[in-house]
């Protein structure tokens, strides 16, 4: 049989379709292999290694990690001038694949007998190691974007489908991991949840490839240097960045959308614990509400076309915040305190997470695409193209968010009885014992979750709504200066 032609394009390259879309996906999946498993961490260091006292402090000097780490690496990848057999972007993720295949599984090893001091060493160690490999390779995967197309149709399509690939990655440890942590027999739980990490490793491994092997770059730009080039300036690079509304705009709501998913990753666990009393379902339940996001996905290219990605995204940060009030304002009228909680609750629960999942939804699917123009936006006001310090210091913004509020909530959380540990009579490790924590402090810590949907919610809104000035007209009006520029200067 013969080998089917490829269709090429005016300039030469592989017709932008469907193999874009889930390599794209793909890489996303890859990313969030390992990256979901953070929002785990707090209940596997509270919960299993008996660290409840000291995980808020642990958080905050990992941070300072990240501070240093993300933008180092940004713009170690933007000041390479190398020429490399692909391209740079995919050199780079190939070599942060390689280390997180043990590098999700490093922040997860089973030691609950271990001295205080010596789990402090494994918990900032672990997380070092996995989150340099992750930032190798996620920071040249979302500077990708800009260059695989620049029709913003084609990059509406990457990032709806980079939504997909991000959440069936975040399904995997979403739904299974609850089951390792609250497994009957104790003693398992920190094993195999170290084994799901590794695995998790391999998988992620095998997506990145996958991406490599099927990407194509349409918009390459010249790496090499010259007498009339300037080097690059990381500091300048950063200043320009706070000069750039639409990254800023993007960035801010990107964190409001981590501390809703990840800040309340804890809080939402604890409420099915002891609130819900059936802790297993918190997976399926929140499964469940990924359902619009499946549902809008398909819809996202023509529904860019028509209306704009800014104003998509805002409608998406009104119903993201409605979604919230409902989380937050349910129990008020549903749940006599003296009764304990009522299955009309956990409906209105589930639908208040269906309404955040569809802004969630709107959002998630054009946010990639926002970022991407925001890189061409730097270079439309700059003359240059910074893709890798855009990025990182948006990857660094969503990471502290993903930190600082599971560090919050815990802190929080410990005012209302959550911190209480006990000592296991079998091994004389610490643990934390959630039957210990009275119904009053249980309906604290499910009111706690719609305050922090809210938060992100408002993030949201101010991030795409007041700040991200990208509009549909905006956008048309850079791309048709940028494409004039580019001629000019070929």
Known sequence: MAKKEVKRDANGFRKFGMRDCLAYAAGDLGCNMSFALKGTMALFWTQVMGMSAWYSLMLIVVQVWDAINDPIIGSMVDADRHTYKRNKFLQYIWFGSIGLIVGGACCFIPLPQAPVWAKFIIFIAGYVIWDAFY???NVPYGSLLSLISKEPADRASLSAWRSIGGMVGNMLPMVILPFLIFNEDESLNGIMVFVTAFIMGILGFICFHFMIKNTEIRVEQDVKLND?????????????????????????????????????????????QIYFQNAKISGLVSMFAMIPIVVFTPLARKMVTKYGKKELSFVGSVCYVIGALVLLLAPLGIVPVSQGNTGLDLIVYILGQLICSLGMGIYSTVSWAMMGDAIDYNEWKTGKREEGVVYSLHSFFRKLAQGVGPAVAVAIMGTMGYVNNAIDPKTGAEFIDVTKIAWENALQIRGLVGVLYLVAGIFLFVGLGLIYNLDKKTLAQMNEELDARNAQAE
């Open 135 to 137: 930032t190798v390779a």
């Open 228 to 272: 009339d080039q300037p080097k690059f300036n990381v500091i300048e690079a950063m200043k320009n960045f706070c000069k750039n509304r639409p990254a800023v705009g993007a960035t801010l709501a990107a964190m409001g959308m981590f501390i809703g998913m990840q800040g309340a990753t804890t809080a939402v666990n604890v409420t099915f």
